[in-house]
C-alpha cells in the first residue's frame, strides 16, 4: 500500500496530476503540472528527516509522505504532517488518487493505515483533515474512517477559479478503534 516515493516516479507523478478535475480538489499542487513540480515533490519528500517511526511495512522512518502504489506503481499519495507548538500531537491528513482509482476504496483503506498508525506507532493526539465543499466522495473516505465533522470555515478556498467552504473533521485515537 505504501512506499517512499522515489525518482523514478517522477514521470507517473506528473501524468497523475496533470489532471485539472483532480488537481481542483488539491490545496498546494499547481495547474497546469510540470515535471519540474513532479521533481521538486520527490526531492522534499526524500530530504524530510522527521523524528518518526517508520510508515507500516517500511524499514525507513522520518518521513510524513509516502507514495500509494499497487502493485508498485504510484496512484497518489498520502501525507500526514506533524503539528507544532500548542498543535503538537495533531497530525494533518492529506491524500489523493489518480482518476482512474477513484470509486475502489483503496483511498479509505489508505486512510485508516495511516491513521492507525499515527495514533498506534507515533502516539497522535488526533488526526485532522480539510475537505472542499464540492468534493462529497472525500467527505465519504473520512466519514468511513470515524472521522468527525468539526466545523465549516464558508468561502476559505478559491481554487482555479472556483470558490467554496473548507470543511473540517478530526480523529481522536478511540473513534478509530470503535470503526476497526
Avoid at 36 to 51: C, I, N, P, T, Y
Avoid at 65 to 82: D, F, K, M, R, Y
Avoid at 159 to 175: A, S, V, W
Wanted: a neutral charge; charged letters at 25%; aromatic letters at 12%.
Amino acid at each position: 500500500m505504501f512506499r517512499l516515493l522515489a525518482w523514478t516516479d517522477i514521470e507517473r507523478l506528473y501524468k497523475l496530476l496533470d489532471d485539472e478535475e483532480l488537481v481542483r480538489n488539491l490545496k498546494r499542487v499547481p495547474f497546469p503540472y510540470s515535471h519540474e513540480a513532479a521533481a521538486e515533490f520527490v526531492r522534499m519528500s526524500g530530504e524530510q528527516k522527521l523524528d518518526l517511526p517508520p510508515m507500516a511495512g517500511l524499514r525507513v522512518g522520518g518521513k510524513s509522505v509516502w507514495a500509494i502504489h499497487s502493485e508498485g506503481v504510484l496512484i497518489g499519495t498520502l501525507g500526514l504532517t506533524p503539528g507544532e507548538g500548542a498543535e503538537k500531537g495533531d497530525f494533518h491528513l492529506g491524500y489523493w488518487l489518480g482518476r482512474d482509482y477513484w470509486g475502489r476504496g483503496l483511498a479509505t483503506q489508505a486512510v485508516a493505515v495511516a491513521c492507525r498508525w499515527a495514533f498506534e506507532e507515533v502516539g497522535a493526539r488526533r488526526v485532522s483533515a480539510s475537505v472542499f465543499s464540492w468534493n462529497p466522495a472525500s467527505m465519504k473516505v473520512l466519514e468511513k474512517n470515524g472521522f468527525q465533522y468539526e466545523g465549516c470555515r464558508r468561502q476559505a478556498i478559491v481554487r482555479l477559479g472556483y470558490q467554496c467552504d473548507l470543511l473540517n473533521y478530526g480523529l481522536l485515537p478511540e473513534e478509530l478503534r470503535q470503526i476497526t
